[in-house]
């Protein structure tokens, strides 16, 4: 089972992966840069060699790379969709050295300009990052719908990927409790769900998970997370996320409101109800 954590990597990646092992994990997820946006501190490759290596002793499963929440590839103003479209690229660049990540962010916000608008920004701005020596996989995560989020919908994420003109490695990162919120009955019809997403998107295209359970009852728009098997959509209907054979071979990521210690407990309990 490839499952983690959200971890800090003020310490540095190996540390961080040094970090997870101790949790029981083999994946974890990062920030690029500060959250909020700024200046990304540089990448030491001593300390990604030693990650490396760790990774390969230890079969890591692929790591996420998230993006700053601050990145509006659709704002309603063109020097933040232009900051954005910059952060993108270097993110990118800057992911491309780090062994098996995948880079996830949230497609953005319209700020009332109509979804139609958002998605062609954020096409405009992929093409512009993207080319055919790409060798990141990125994936655009679906979001819970509140406010004016772009990605609520599988049409939606769909409509940014067929847009963008080297899309091969380009992909989703579902969080469960975003799908949840946003009106994908995961609890009683998780079959139902998944093939939806492959009719309009195609399985192939799905990367990642983040597991998260939900504060908010089902198709809220709202994007609250809670510890697993704490929130609405409850223990079981995780367990059977990670087990489901569309999905098992997939990192999952953990992204609740814990400490280290609770993410270590929400780990164990996971993997003593994984079927290999």
Same mark, same amino acid.
């Given at each position: 089972?490839?499952?983690?954590?959200?971890?800090?990597?003020?310490?540095?990646?190996?540390?961080?992966?040094?970090?997870?092992?101790?949790?029981?994990?083999?994946?974890?997820?990062?920030?690029?840069?500060?959250?909020?946006?700024?200046?990304?501190?540089?990448?030491?490759?001593?300390?990604?060699?030693?990650?490396?290596?760790?990774?390969?002793?230890?079969?890591?499963?692929?790591?996420?790379?998230?993006?700053?929440?601050?990145?509006?590839?659709?704002?309603?103003?063109?020097?933040?969709?232009?900051?954005?479209?910059?952060?993108?690229?270097?993110?990118?660049?800057?992911?491309?050295?780090?062994?098996?990540?995948?880079?996830?962010?949230?497609?953005?916000?319209?700020?009332?300009?109509?979804?139609?608008?958002?998605?062609?920004?954020?096409?405009?701005?992929?093409?512009?990052?993207?080319?055919?020596?790409?060798?990141?996989?990125?994936?655009?995560?679906?979001?819970?719908?509140?406010?004016?989020? %772009? @990605?609520?919908?599988?049409?939606? *994420?769909?409509?940014? /990927?067929?847009? $963008?003109? +080297?899309?091969?490695?380009?992909?989703?990162?579902?969080?469960?409790?975003?799908?949840?919120?946003?009106?994908?009955?995961?609890?009683?019809?998780?079959?139902?769900?998944?093939?939806?997403?492959?009719?309009?998107?195609?399985?192939?295209?799905?990367?990642?998970?983040?597991?998260?359970?939900?504060?908010?009852?089902?198709?809220?728009?709202?994007?609250?997370?809670?510890? %697993? @098997?704490?929130?609405?959509?409850? *223990?079981?209907?995780? /367990?059977?996320? $990670?087990? +489901?054979?569309?999905?098992?071979?997939?990192?999952?990521?953990?992204?609740?409101?814990?400490?280290?210690?609770?993410?270590?407990?929400?780990?164990?309990?996971?993997?003593?109800?994984?079927?290999?």
């Amino acid at each position: 089972m490839n499952i983690g954590c959200h971890l800090s990597i003020a310490n540095g990646f190996y540390k961080a992966g040094l970090q997870i092992l101790e949790l029981g994990g083999n994946t974890f997820q990062f920030f690029t840069r500060n959250p909020r946006g700024g200046k990304a501190k540089a990448i030491d490759e001593k300390d990604i060699k030693k990650l490396i290596e760790l990774m390969n002793e230890y079969s890591f499963g692929k790591l996420f790379a998230h993006g700053s929440y601050t990145m509006n590839l659709c704002s309603n103003k063109e020097e933040i969709r232009t900051y954005a479209r910059d952060l993108l690229i270097d993110d990118i660049k800057r992911v491309s050295v780090i062994p098996k990540a995948l880079y996830v962010f949230h497609p953005g916000s319209h700020v009332k300009q109509g979804a139609d608008v958002g998605i062609t920004y954020i096409i405009d701005a992929l093409n512009e990052a993207i080319d055919h020596d790409n060798t990141v996989e990125i994936c655009l995560e679906g979001m819970s719908g509140k406010g004016t989020e %772009i @990605g609520r919908t599988f049409e939606e *994420l769909s409509r940014i /990927i067929e847009g $963008v003109t +080297h899309n091969e490695r380009l992909g989703v990162c579902i969080d469960t409790c975003h799908l949840y919120s946003a009106g994908y009955d995961i609890v009683n019809d998780l079959d139902g769900v998944l093939n939806e997403f492959d009719r309009i998107i195609g399985l192939g295209r799905l990367k990642a998970v983040h597991l998260n359970d939900s504060k908010m009852p089902f198709a809220s728009n709202k994007d609250r997370h809670e510890k %697993i @098997g704490e929130g609405t959509l409850g *223990l079981e209907a995780l /367990i059977n996320i $990670v087990n +489901h054979p569309k999905l098992k071979h997939l990192s999952f990521n953990l992204e609740t409101p814990n400490e280290l210690e609770g993410y270590k407990k929400e780990i164990l309990l996971l993997k003593q109800n994984y079927i290999g």
